[in-house]
């Protein structure tokens, strides 16, 4: 993630930037919903 995020901080490229957009859909989302399910169960444990 971080990688991608510095592959597309000065980049006008059309396929790269279409190249993240799969990455963020397929890998990233799943990754910060699995973050978001994890801080909500420490939440509850308060």
Do not use: P, W
């Not at 890998?27 to 939440?43: A, S």
């Amino acid at each position: 993630m971080i990688k991608d995020r510095a592959v597309t901080s000065h980049t006008y490229n059309e396929e790269t930037a279409e190249f993240i957009l799969t990455d963020v859909c397929e890998l990233y989302v799943t990754e910060f919903r699995q973050l978001q399910e994890c801080l909500e169960r420490l939440e509850g444990e308060d």
